[in-house]
């Protein structure tokens, strides 16, 4: 026998092969376990994600002399029979060519004769959506009410095509795209089995390029590795898909970034002259400022992107990444109704470099950096008056020695003043949520490497603090000392903490805050109770001093104005 295309090699020949589909398998497994098989069913979905592999290992399923089982034996008659596709009792009719009312008609006379081998006869569609109306309607009468030993499995990639009238007969099972990550997983067990050699990035390359397709993916597998010469890399797989390495595209960007016109349209020239088309230029230069958006903007690390990429992202703002992406797909629904495709992705170039609109880009990515640098005069600021005064003693002649005096925070006591309590750290302890916690846990080192200026000052405040418990609404931080407590129940850190915490998912509506002395006082009392038995302890009523307002520090009135006059991060008091 020739050579065998991987795609067909590895074709899914039981449930298990199958990836990426498993809420339907657990259906289809379930219906032949209790026997609960229906007359007819829709597979739709993308294609290459498993449609028609697994409308056959149904087939096989209710033919198997084991049935009722969850999955076909694989070694009755039967089974081997229906995978040597020598038996009648599987029909595959493809839709597209075999469209007319005239083959429906025939397949309807047909039905009436009994299985040659199994217990049904089993018809699998393919592209059912391609039937006329008059086929369709020839179709329905039968697939209403088929004979008893007939099953009809109609697969579409188009299922918003097929009349209403057929959908309601069948069960519809929708096919999903497969992720990156089960492309990737199914692509290594096959380089391994085959014994292909191929770098990491190379992999992860065409599970992207691939578009939720496997079928697609092990072709273009298939296909990188007869153009390699050896071990295959990404710039092979770059090379065989016309796709533009992520090296050149970063220097067009860069180049963009920069407003160097003479880099970046030779650039340009030396990335068509390779072959690229404009098309997949401008898809690919789309794709990783998506990329970098999404790079930019999550509070958790996705594990999408190479390290490249995350330095990378630090050039651009926002604005910025939005105003390239609003040019580019102007310029991909422009080129498709014109020949000079290259001309208009030049000028989509220079629009991208001059444009008035980058003037207010640029000038907000100014006060961007202008407010990154006051918020963080502001925290050193907030640190140092949460220090306490110190006064020293000059020296003199008789060689005194230096008495150091340290002057108290003057903290008033206010009952009308809201102020964290004891209640409300016991009830997020009584109220906790341990998978929500772990879940949070899970990334929260991750707040230190958090890219955008406006955002690191706020979450390296949360990342120095100890999330030790929370509940639906409420997060519980433990800090090392009161002054960052105070700092972060400071309206205005609170209001930014909770909005970038709940940027892209609801994740708490408030946060309370404790110093580490407080937090294992209150701790070690929640514990010992609990070991006790006592399922909703009752913790003692301290008061933890910590207050929302800010603190009022005690000044001699000289050292007001001298802080008045020079800025209190310049004012050192000694006697």
């Keep these: 026998m020739g050579y065998q295309a991987l795609y067909r090699t590895y074709r899914p020949r039981k449930f298990e092969d199958v990836v990426g589909q498993d809420v339907i398998v657990k259906t289809l497994r379930n219906a032949l376990i209790t026997n609960k098989i229906g007359h007819a069913y829709i597979f739709s979905g993308p294609r290459g994600t498993g449609k028609t592999s697994v409308a056959k290992i ?41 469209n007319g009312v005239d083959e429906i008609r025939e397949l309807r006379d047909k ?91 190379a992999i992860r390359e065409i599970a992207q390029q691939a578009d939720g397709s496997m079928r697609d993916a092990i072709s273009l597998l298939d296909q990188v590795y007869s153009f390699s010469n050896g071990i295959i890399t990404v710039g092979d797989v770059y090379d065989v898909t016309g796709s533009v390495s992520k090296e050149n595209l970063m220097n067009l960007l860069t180049a963009i970034m920069e407003k160097d016109v003479a880099s970046a349209l030779p650039l340009l020239d030396k990335i068509i002259e390779d072959g690229k088309e404009v098309t997949k230029i401008v898809a690919d230069l789309i794709l990783i400022l998506r990329d970098l958006l999404i790079e930019k903007n999550l509070l958790f690390e996705t594990n999408q992107n190479s390290s490249q990429l995350k330095s990378f992202v630090q050039m651009f703002s926002n604005d910025r990444l939005y105003f390239y992406l609003e040019v580019l797909n102007d310029t991909q629904n422009s080129i498709r109704w014109t020949s ?54 000059k020296k003199t002649e008789n060689k005194e020695e230096v008495k150091t005096v340290t002057k108290p925070l003057k903290q008033p006591i206010d009952s009308n003043r809201k102020k964290i309590t004891v209640e409300q750290v016991e009830a997020v302890l009584n109220n906790g949520k341990r998978n929500k916690k772990a879940r949070l846990l899970k990334h929260w080192s991750l707040l ?17 603090g100890e999330l030790v418990a929370c509940d639906d609404e409420t997060l519980l931080l433990v800090y090392s000392d009161k002054a960052t407590c105070l700092q972060m ?61 800010k603190l009022e520090t005690w000044q001699p009135e000289a050292v007001k104005l001298a802080v008045d006059f020079f800025g209190e991060d310049m004012v050192k008091v000694k006697e």
């Design 58 to 98: 149904f087939a096989n399923a209710v033919n198997c002399e084991q049935a009722p089982e969850k999955a076909p034996c694989g070694v009755c008659p039967a089974c081997q029979a229906i995978q040597e596709e020598s038996v009648s009792d599987v029909i595959e009719i493809d839709a597209a060519s075999n």
């Design 448 to 464: 230190e490497n958090v890219k955008n200026p406006n955002q690191q000052i706020i979450a390296g405040l949360l990342a120095q």
């Design 489 to 549: 129940l400071n309206e205005h850190y609170k209001k930014n903490a909770l909005e970038f915490l709940n940027a892209k998912e609801k994740i708490a509506d408030d946060y309370i805050c404790l110093d580490q002395k407080s937090w294992d006082q209150l701790y070690d009392s929640f514990k010992e109770q609990w070991q006790q038995g006592i399922k909703k302890p009752i913790l003692p009523k301290i008061d933890l001093e910590i207050y929302e307002s």
């Design 111 to 201: 039905v009436k004769y009994m299985p040659a081998v199994g217990k049904y006869k089993v018809y699998i569609i393919d592209e059912v959506h391609m039937l006329t109306i008059q086929a369709f309607n020839a179709l329905l009468k039968t697939l209403e009410e088929p004979p008893a030993h007939v099953i009809f499995i109609l697969a579409t990639t188009e299922v918003n095509k097929l009349p209403p009238t057929i959908i309601s007969r069948c069960q519809r099972f929708d096919f999903r795209g497969i992720t990156i990550k089960g492309i990737e997983k199914k692509l290594n067990e096959i380089v391994t089995k085959e014994s292909i050699e191929i770098e990491n990035e």
């Design 340 to 393: 000079q495709k290259r001309a208009y992705l030049e000028l989509a170039i220079i629009k991208m470099i001059d444009h008035q609109a980058l003037d207010v880009i640029e000038s907000n990515e100014q006060l961007e950096m202008l407010m990154n640098k006051l918020n963080k005069l502001e925290l050193d600021l907030n640190r140092l008056k949460s220090q306490p005064i110190v006064v020293e003693t």
